[in-house]
T-cell receptor, first 113, second 115 residues
C-alpha cells in the first residue's frame, strides 16, 4: 500500500460526459502529480500541484482541469469525454527527500463508451 | 527527443537467471535522478530503485541493481535470480534537476519469467 488513495477505481461513462477523479496523497506529501496511461501513448504527465499551487503542466487537454485543495487532496476533472480518453489515470505524491520518488495510487480506470 | 528510451518492448528470462533491462536517457542538466518502477498486471506502479546523477556507486536494492554508466547515459536495471513474480512491465524514469519535478517515463519493457 503506497498510502495514496484514488477514487473511483473503475468508471464507465459515455462520450460527452464529465467525470471527476479524486486523489488523497500520502500524509505529509505536498506534491501531487497526475499521469495518464494508455496503450498507444504510454505514461503521459498531465499536471503537478505543490501545496495548492500549479507547479508544472504537461500534455493536459483543455477539456481537462485539476486542482489541489487546502487539505492537499486533488481532483482531476475530465469533460466532454471522447473515446480516446479511455485510460488508466494515476495520481502520485512525493515529498522532498533523498530520492523524492513518486508514490502512486492504484489508478482510476476510465472507460468511455 | 525522447528523454527516456527503452528499446526492449519484451524480454524473456528463465527462473533463477539474471536479466538486464535497458534504459538510456537524454538530459543536459547535470543534476538528475533515475528511477525504475514495476507495474504488475494488477496495474499498480511500484518503485524499485533510484540512482542520483552524483552517486558514485551503482544503486542496489535486494535483487535489483542499477548499472549506471554516466558517459553513455544509460541506467540499466539488473534483476538477479529472477522469480515468476517478477513478470511485469518495467518502466525507467528520470527527473531533471533537484527538487520535486515531474518524472519522464519510458515506454516500458514487458518482462516474462518462465519456469
Amino acid at each position: 500500500d503506497s498510502g495514496v488513495t484514488q477514487t473511483p477505481k473503475h468508471l464507465i461513462t459515455a462520450t460527452g460526459q464529465r467525470v471527476t477523479l479524486r486523489c488523497s496523497p500520502r500524509s505529509g506529501d505536498l506534491s501531487v502529480y497526475w499521469y495518464q496511461q494508455s496503450l498507444d501513448q504510454g505514461l503521459q504527465f498531465l499536471i503537478q500541484y505543490y501545496n495548492g499551487e500549479e507547479r508544472a503542466k504537461g500534455n493536459i487537454l483543455e477539456r481537462f482541469s485539476a486542482q489541489q485543495f487546502p487539505d492537499l487532496h486533488s481532483e482531476l476533472n475530465l469533460s466532454s469525454l471522447e473515446l480516446g480518453d479511455s485510460a488508466l489515470y494515476f495520481c502520485a505524491s512525493s515529498v522532498a527527500g533523498d530520492t523524492g520518488e513518486l508514490f502512486f495510487g492504484e489508478g482510476s480506470r476510465l472507460t468511455v463508451l | 527527443a525522447q528523454k527516456i528510451t527503452q528499446t526492449q518492448p519484451g524480454m524473456f528470462v528463465q527462473e533463477k537467471e539474471a536479466v538486464t533491462l535497458d534504459c538510456t536517457y537524454d538530459t543536459s542538466d547535470p543534476s538528475y535522478g533515475l528511477f525504475w518502477y514495476k507495474q504488475p498486471s494488477s496495474g499498480e506502479m511500484i518503485f524499485l530503485i533510484y540512482q542520483g546523477s552524483y552517486d558514485q556507486q551503482n544503486a542496489t536494492e535486494g535483487r535489483y541493481s542499477l548499472n549506471f554508466q554516466k558517459a553513455r547515459k544509460s541506467a540499466n536495471l539488473v534483476i538477479s535470480a529472477s522469480q515468476l513474480g517478477d513478470s511485469a512491465m518495467y518502466f525507467c524514469a528520470m527527473r531533471e534537476g533537484l527538487g520535486l519535478g515531474r518524472l519522464y517515463f519510458g515506454r516500458g519493457t514487458q518482462l516474462t519469467v518462465w519456469p
